[in-house]
């Protein structure tokens, strides 16, 4: 079992930075993934970027260039930094992570304002 504490989301304006954690309560080491989906109203929920143990790293194109993930195993934590926030990235993120199952944090609300 694993639990996924997500923080670090807020209100930002158009351009800002935000940086989001994801807090695990046990080593992610061993995790083969992890990452971050994101949903907005009325929208499916969408992958925004994934990293795995071995540090390799996908992102959805609309984020590519502006997000990047990154893992901390020694502090049981991923993070997502994001650069260049434009509105439509507004929606609630949601850290999680894929050993045999999939776990999910309860996320975190992202809003850009125009």
């Known amino acids: 079992q694993v639990q996924l504490v997500e923080s670090g989301g807020g209100l930002v304006q158009a351009g800002g930075s935000l940086r989001l954690s994801c807090a695990a309560s046990?080593?992610?080491?061993?995790?083969?993934?992890m990452g971050w989906y994101r949903q907005a109203p009325g929208k499916q929920r969408e992958l925004v970027a994934r990293i795995t143990s071995g540090g390799s790293t996908n992102y959805a194109a609309s984020v590519k260039g502006r997000f990047t993930i990154s893992r901390d195993n020694a502090n049981n934590t991923v993070f997502l930094r994001m650069n260049s926030l434009k509105p439509e990235d507004t929606a609630v993120y949601y850290c999680y992570g894929v050993t045999s199952q999939y776990y999910w944090g309860q996320g975190t609300q992202v809003t850009v304002s125009s």
């Open positions: 046990r080593s992610i080491f061993s995790i083969n993934v």
